[in-house]
């Protein structure tokens, strides 16, 4: 354990071996999508969770992320959640409701629930700018779940 003046200090540990962990996929943008579950699923195997204690939910888009991951945190089932999603701009006010409201959602979800819930749903104004994010995003968000599991446990 870390110490900072003499102050105790949790380290960050991303250890999954022993962890539970779900991952919502919007199916909406899925080339983008994909990549991010590529990246996501490959940390989480990089630092131990095993494909036996993970599970993978699609829905049609973000805004549906809210409710499943609410019915995934209150099953008692994940120590962690991801998000995983892209919305990207268009030529509308719609980008600007899905993406508040989705990442209104999914912080209300964590903590209503105390179930973390990695947000790996990217937002951004062209599909280059997702695919040039998702590999590092998903990762991210893999070992964000991982962090804050691990975490909330040693509290």
Do not use: W
Not at 5 to 13: A, K, L, R, Y
Not at 121 to 137: E, W
């Amino acid at each position: 354990m870390a110490s900072y003046d003499n102050i105790q200090e949790f380290e960050p540990n991303l250890d999954g071996s022993a962890l539970r962990i779900g991952i919502v996929m919007s199916r909406f943008n899925r080339d983008i999508c994909d990549g991010l579950l590529g990246a996501c699923t490959a940390a989480l195997g990089k630092h131990g969770v095993k494909t036996e204690n993970t599970l993978i939910v699609t829905v049609p888009g973000a805004l549906e992320h809210p409710v499943i991951l609410r019915k995934m945190a209150l099953s008692g089932k994940f120590d962690a959640l991801v998000a995983l999603g892209a919305v990207v701009r268009g030529d509308t006010y719609h980008f600007e409701i899905v993406s508040n409201e989705m990442a209104a959602g999914i912080n209300r979800v964590q903590l209503d629930t105390g179930v973390p819930v990695a947000n790996g749903v990217l937002t951004t104004d062209t599909d280059h700018q997702a695919t040039s994010r998702m590999s590092v995003k998903g990762a991210e968000a893999a070992e964000c779940a991982i962090e804050m599991a691990n975490l909330l446990k040693m509290l």
